[in-house]
């Protein structure tokens, strides 16, 4: 089965550029979805497909591929930037929907 | 604007099934993707399964045997039964709708989670 993996901490110093990595061998072919999460809250999502954010995301929330590496950058961090963040893509066959682990982000 | 929510019970037996509607408000459930996901507490994301609105379903291969997604469009309504459940099945459960342009795992929408607990 396929697998996506995240580092379980990154962190960032205010103002900073920060990227958080995603790595599967699924995301050679498809595209991975990012998700913020903050603690009581349901995940939002943040960036889609090529590097596409919803109605209401900063444009400091940005996303990009690389062979089996999916990547979040956020630049010049907030102090609201502080979360979990989590990728999703689909599996090597296609048809299921698979999450990473999560990286917690820390705004320092 | 579309809201989801989540009812059901909050305490489900081991052994037993567990069931959940998500209700959907502010747009037909006619279209996209319709999952459910769920959350144990302090650990991660684990998608569960999602449904079309025609009636297609795919399940996450660790839950298939266990699992039943289905949807009443007349209600606006999608459910999840999980048979047999442990307690370390004890979770925040989110419905959420995915589809469009990000494929159905781009969540844009999701309801703000139900906790389930699995105690005897």
């Known amino acids: 089965s396929s697998e996506l993996t995240q580092d379980p901490a990154v962190s960032v110093a205010l103002g900073q550029t920060v990227r958080i990595t995603c790595r599967g061998d699924?995301?050679?072919?498809?595209?991975a979805s990012w998700f913020q999460q903050k603690p009581g809250q349901a995940p939002i999502l943040v960036i889609y497909g090529q590097n596409k954010r919803p109605s209401g995301i900063p444009d400091r929330f940005s996303g990009s591929s690389s062979g089996d590496t999916a990547s979040l950058t956020i630049t010049a961090a907030q102090a609201e930037d502080e979360a979990d963040y989590y990728c999703?893509?689909?599996?090597?066959?296609?048809?299921?929907?698979?999450f990473g682990g999560g990286t917690k982000l820390t705004v320092l | 604007q579309v809201q989801l929510q989540e009812s059901g019970p909050g305490l489900v037996k081991p052994s037993e099934t567990l069931s959940l509607t998500c209700t959907v408000s502010?747009?037909?459930?006619?279209?996209?993707?319709w999952s459910w996901i769920r959350q144990p507490p302090g650990k991660g994301l684990e998608w569960i399964g999602y449904?079309?609105?025609?009636?297609?379903?795919d399940y996450n291969p660790s839950l298939m045997s266990r699992v039943t997604i289905s949807v009443d469009t007349s209600k606006n309504q999608f459910y999840l039964k999980l048979s047999s459940v442990t307690a370390a099945e004890t979770a925040v459960y989110y419905c959420a709708r995915g589809g469009g342009s990000g494929g159905p795992g781009a969540f844009d929408i999701w309801g703000q989670g139900t906790m389930v607990t699995v105690f005897s």
């Open positions: 449904i079309y609105y025609s009636g297609t379903t």
């Open positions: 699924s995301l050679r072919s498809y595209f």
């Open positions: 999703n893509s689909r599996d090597n066959t296609g048809n299921h929907v698979i």
């Open positions: 502010g747009d037909s459930i006619r279209s996209y993707y």
